[in-house]
């Protein structure tokens, strides 16, 4: 055995994991219920079964489907939302590296609103992406060494629920244009990256498979240079499926339609579940070559109710301990309620491709 030439080998294989959820909203009862005194909320205790596998991954991003646009003009749910900054301060503490925040609720609060949540996010160390503050920030393109693979996040939305953006302001948030989408996508590639993953806001609410629109956005995308696609928008769970690239390190793309709800007031069936996504890519430095290693996924399910501190919200993985720990504070019809979302989202997720994750411990 050439013990050499093997570890040679082994030591010029990086492999990152890269976790993504879906739409992140607080709705009016969500901050009711976080609020821990006349102005002041706490949001942490909705990710504290789940926080542990967003900060095990190398890179973890969400949808900040709301804004923040301060105290003055009043907290509000749908359908024009503005949260506390405590809800952003609470994602930063449960591991998330970047919120997308180009999507139809990004100028609920107009421009001053998608101004102040941009500020709100770099004071609160959060990258954020999709919506910009100039056209120089909108021309950056954000680009992340993740442990030596280079990768590029670009994130666009199909539109703004018909508020206008601001005149001769086109910078303020990414709107989907496939021409806009090729010229970034390219300027990435000048940049020497590895992998473009593009984050898309489309779709159709509550459908739980892709309209035509979508796949073929996602297929020019695809023959754009993009690697991986991550939508959504339905509030549903999509399925997720492989393409076969040309212009592409890897040798294969990816596409999850919509990850759904990770955390809302959205209680009806479909609505209630999430699932954190997780791709772990492997890149040989020696050749440069890229694959998808591994697609795995945890799903999550939305608790509302009463437990020992109060009112609370919290996100339950589909882990063993967990599931315990929450059978032990609720009503056996919400036990059921869990459960049925917990195989909705394997189920559908899976439709296109068969492969099933397993349970975590």
């Not at 080998?9 to 959820?21: E, G, P, Q, Y």
């Not at 949540?117 to 999709?130: A, D, V």
């Not at 890149?283 to 009463?306: A, C, E, H, M, Q």
């Not at 195989?343 to 099933?356: A, C, F, P, Q």
Request: glycine content about 8%; overall charge neutral.
């Amino acid at each position: 055995m050439n013990t050499e030439s093997y570890e040679s080998r082994a030591d010029s294989l990086v492999t990152i994991k890269i976790s993504a959820v879906g739409d992140l909203m607080c709705h009016s009862v969500q901050f009711n219920y976080a609020r821990v005194g006349e102005d002041s909320f706490d949001f942490n205790s909705v990710y504290r079964f789940v926080g542990h596998y967003l900060k095990s991954s190398d890179f973890t991003f969400g949808n900040l489907e709301t804004v923040l646009g301060g105290s003055r003009e009043g907290y509000s749910g749908y359908p024009f939302f503005n949260s506390p900054d405590e809800f952003a301060l609470a994602l930063k503490n449960a591991g998330f590296d970047l919120l997308t925040t180009s999507n139809n609720h990004s100028l609920d609060q107009g421009e001053k609103g998608l101004l102040r949540t941009l500020e709100t996010l770099k004071n609160f160390g959060i990258n954020y992406n999709g919506s910009f503050n100039s056209q120089r920030d909108r021309d950056s393109i954000r680009v992340f060494n993740i442990k030596g693979i280079r990768v590029a996040f670009l994130a666009y939305s199909y539109g703004t629920n018909g508020i206008p953006v601001p005149a001769k302001k086109e910078f303020l948030i990414n709107l989907i244009d496939l021409d806009l989408i090729k010229s970034d996508i390219q300027k990435a590639r000048s940049l020497k990256v590895d992998i473009v993953l593009v984050h898309y806001h489309f779709g159709s609410e509550y459908q739980r498979e892709p309209n035509q629109y979508q796949r073929d956005v996602v297929d020019k995308t695809f023959k754009a240079g993009a690697d991986i696609i991550i939508g959504g928008h339905p509030h549903v769970i999509q399925p997720y499926e492989f393409f076969k690239l040309k212009n592409s390190k890897l040798e294969s793309g990816f596409a999850a339609y919509s990850l759904g709800n990770f955390i809302s007031n959205q209680r009806k069936r479909y609505t209630d579940a999430g699932v954190v996504l997780t791709l772990e890519i492997t890149k040989n430095k020696n050749n440069d070559s890229l694959w998808i290693n591994k697609v795995d996924f945890i799903p999550t399910w939305v608790y509302k109710g009463r437990t020992i501190h109060g009112n609370e919200y919290i996100i339950i993985p589909e882990v063993e301990n967990y599931i315990d720990s929450i059978k032990a504070i609720t009503h056996f019809s919400e036990i059921s309620k869990m459960e049925e979302a917990f195989d909705d989202t394997r189920k559908i997720l899976t439709k296109y491709t068969g492969i099933v994750s397993k349970i975590h411990k």
